[in-house]
């Protein structure tokens, strides 16, 4: 089994900043990619940021230029530095990774979210 532990939300004024981390465990043979994506009362989960191998990276276009994702293959961690916080940042955000296992296969996981409130 694979578990995907995040750390480093909370409450932060607009314009400050927070850094989230995601480390996963267990049977891992290789991480296809990782990423981050949030989900805001009333509203659907939406992608915030991906990194797959090879270094390349996504964002939506609401977090261009404020949050940055980074990946320590040695630690099998993710982590996303948000800059700039801004009011409508307020969501729970949950870290996805795509795992390859012998035995299982290829595999979704998610962590058990970890909210970030950003006062105005």
Do not use: H
């Given at each position: 089994?694979v578990?995907?532990?995040?750390?480093?939300g909370?409450?932060?004024q607009?314009?400050?900043?927070?850094?989230l981390?995601c480390a996963?465990?267990?049977?891992?043979?290789?991480?296809r990619?990782?990423?981050w994506?949030?989900q805001a009362?009333g509203k659907?989960r939406?992608?915030?940021?991906?990194?797959r191998?090879g270094?390349?990276?996504?964002?939506i276009?609401?977090?261009?230029?404020?949050?940055?994702?980074?990946?320590?293959?040695?630690?099998?961690t993710?982590?996303?530095q948000?800059?700039s916080?801004?009011?409508?940042?307020?969501?729970?955000y949950?870290?996805?990774?795509?795992?390859?296992?012998?035995?299982?296969?290829?595999?979704d996981?998610?962590?058990?979210g970890t909210?970030?409130?950003?006062s105005?």
């Amino acid at each position: 089994q694979v578990q995907l532990v995040e750390s480093g939300g909370g409450l932060v004024q607009a314009g400050g900043s927070l850094r989230l981390s995601c480390a996963a465990s267990g049977s891992i043979f290789s991480i296809r990619s990782m990423a981050w994506y949030r989900q805001a009362p009333g509203k659907l989960r939406e992608l915030v940021a991906a990194t797959r191998s090879g270094g390349n990276t996504d964002y939506i276009d609401s977090v261009k230029g404020r949050f940055t994702i980074s990946r320590d293959d040695a630690k099998n961690t993710v982590y996303l530095q948000m800059n700039s916080l801004k009011p409508e940042d307020t969501a729970v955000y949950y870290c996805n990774a795509v795992i390859l296992n012998p035995k299982l296969g290829e595999n979704d996981y998610w962590g058990q979210g970890t909210q970030v409130t950003v006062s105005s």
